[in-house]
């Protein structure tokens, strides 16, 4: 059974930070993305790694988010530091058997529910 469970949301004051996880189970990937969408909008690719361990961001987090994965685990984690409130969102992860453009949610085959990240002011 192919399943993608997301964890660690929550609400943090700007300026702190939170570690999202992503358990995949049920399938193997070329590479695992983070998405997020913020209420009213599409959802936008943040951040992906390949299973090589290559890794992508979008602009607006460099410097702040890390991607990392525990292969042993089958997890994906995005560490996010420095958070400010336009961070704020749902944040999905997603998985691909293929590659191509690591933003594009098209390019993603697997997609977890989702957790929520809420950044005060």
């Known amino acids: 059974q192919v399943q993608l469970v997301e964890s660690g949301g929550g609400s943090v004051q700007a300026g702190g930070s939170l570690r999202l996880s992503c358990v995949a189970s049920?399938?193997?990937?070329?590479?695992m993305g983070w998405f997020r969408q913020a209420p009213g909008k599409g959802r936008e690719g943040i951040a992906a790694?390949?299973?090589?361990?290559?890794?992508f961001y979008t602009d607006s987090v460099k410097g702040r988010f890390t991607i990392s994965q525990d292969n042993a685990k089958n997890t994906v984690y995005l560490q996010m530091t420095n958070l400010k409130p336009e961070d704020s969102g749902r944040y999905y992860c997603?998985?691909?058997?293929?590659?191509?453009?690591?933003?594009?949610?098209?390019?993603?085959?697997?997609w977890g529910q989702g957790t929520q990240v809420t950044v005060s002011s």
């Open positions: 790694i390949l299973a090589g361990a290559s890794t």
């Open positions: 049920g399938f193997t990937y070329n590479r």
């Open positions: 997603a998985a691909s058997r293929d590659y191509g453009s690591w933003y594009r949610e098209g390019n993603y085959h697997y």
